[in-house]
T-cell receptor, first 113, second 115 residues
């Protein structure tokens, strides 16, 4: 099946620093999604990217859909303690009647106040 | 804000026992999903369900698994004879339509522990 390689696996940063994480795939996705998971909760969608080359922002978050459709990155600027959590990328090939996401293994972000 | 509700939040069971995980999707949603996450690993797709039938399932979703929408509000995942490796967090999700990418909502999950 399709695999997503997400890096880094974990990050320890100081409050106020910027963060960057990325995902690569050996196959093409039509849509890239970035989720955040807090402890004991389900994933919550942060940003959705629909078009190759697209750059989208959501507050302090910025994500880009790679031009080859095989990669995406997520940046968080001026991190704050509540940014702590696991960030997952997910790829989707729409078409048909299904919403089958392929997730990366996640990046665990720790922010030191 | 509407949400997907899952019960129980934690389930402990003995190997070989049957378990039923319950979900109440968002009321106007038509597409339902189960995903699972083994501790420390990625979230994995199990099954999608629409119009009272399975529309797609993964290799993980073998004959021990089944899903059902017994009434107008609940969506259940049954594991007939649990194995140790079934221990995981199981997430239910729902969406209005398959193309509503930004409207896929996940529940908080049921942590299943098989002893």
């Amino acid at each position: 099946g399709q695999q997503l390689n997400q890096s880094p696996q974990s990050m320890f940063i100081q409050e106020g620093e910027d963060v960057s994480m990325n995902c690569t795939s050996s196959s093409i996705f039509n849509t890239w999604l970035w989720y955040k998971q807090d402890p004991g909760e389900g994933p919550v969608l942060l940003i959705a990217l629909y078009k190759a080359g697209e750059l989208t922002s959501n507050g302090r978050l910025t994500a880009q859909f790679g031009i080859t459709r095989k990669d995406s990155f997520l940046n968080i600027s001026a991190s704050i303690p509540s940014d702590v959590g696991i960030y997952f990328c997910a790829g989707l090939n729409s078409g048909g009647s299904n919403y089958k996401l392929t997730f990366g293994k996640g990046t665990l972000l720790t922010v030191n106040p | 804000e509407p949400e997907v509700t899952q019960t129980p939040s934690h389930q402990v069971t003995q190997m070989g026992q049957e378990v039923i995980l319950r979900c109440v999707p968002i009321s106007n949603h038509l597409y339902f999903y189960w995903y699972r996450q083994i501790l420390g690993q990625k979230v994995e797709f199990l099954v999608s369900f629409y119009n009272n039938e399975i529309s797609e399932k993964s290799e993980i979703f073998d004959d021990q698994f089944s899903v059902e929408r017994p009434d107008g509000s609940n969506f259940t995942l049954k594991i007939r004879s649990t194995k140790l490796e079934d221990s995981a967090m199981y997430f239910c999700a729902s969406s209005e339509a398959p193309s509503s990418h930004e409207k896929l909502f996940f529940g908080s999950g049921t942590q299943l522990s098989v002893l």
